[in-house]
C-alpha cells in the first residue's frame, strides 16, 4: 500500500505532536460520517458536506499545534484565536498535555451547525 501526502504528514511528524495530531484527526472525523479527510494547501484538511471545515498546523511562534475553525469567526469561544485572521479561528494545544476532548467537540458541533 502506497503512503499519500496526507499519510506522510502525521508519520513524519516527532512525538509528541504526532500523536497529538492522530488525536485530532480521530476526534474530528468521529464527529461525523460528513467528515472527510483531505490533503489541501499542503496539509490535513477535514471537508464537512463537501465544504471546507477546518484543518491541523503548526504555529511556529508557539510552538505548538492547532486546529483552525475555517467559520471560526461565527464562534464565540475563549479558546478560539483570532491572531488577524479574517474568518479563521484557531485553537492551540500542548502536545505534552491531554487534549480538552470535551471543548474540542463542542466548538465541532458548533461549527458543523454553521453548514447547512
Known amino acids: 500500500m502506497q503512503t499519500t501526502a496526507l499519510d506522510h504528514f502525521y508519520l513524519q ?3 509528541p505532536v504526532k ?3 492522530l488525536a485530532l484527526r480521530d476526534i474530528i472525523l468521529a464527529q461525523s460520517a460528513h467528515i ?3 490533503w489541501k494547501y499542503g496539509c490535513p484538511f477535514f471537508y464537512y458536506k463537501g465544504k471546507m471545515f477546518c484543518y491541523l498546523w503548526f504555529h511556529k511562534e ?3 499545534p492547532y486546529l483552525a475553525i ?3 469567526k461565527a464562534i464565540r ?7 488577524g485572521r479574517v474568518n479563521i479561528r484557531i485553537m492551540l494545544f500542548d502536545a505534552k498535555r491531554d487534549l480538552p476532548v470535551r471543548s474540542i ?6 461549527a458543523m451547525e454553521l453548514y447547512p
Open 13 to 15: 511528524q516527532p512525538e
Open 19 to 21: 500523536g497529538c495530531y
Open 36 to 38: 472527510t479527510p483531505e
Open 62 to 64: 508557539h510552538q505548538q
Open 70 to 72: 475555517m467559520k471560526g
Open 77 to 83: 469561544d475563549p479558546l478560539l484565536l483570532a491572531e
Open 105 to 110: 467537540k463542542r466548538i465541532l458541533r458548533q
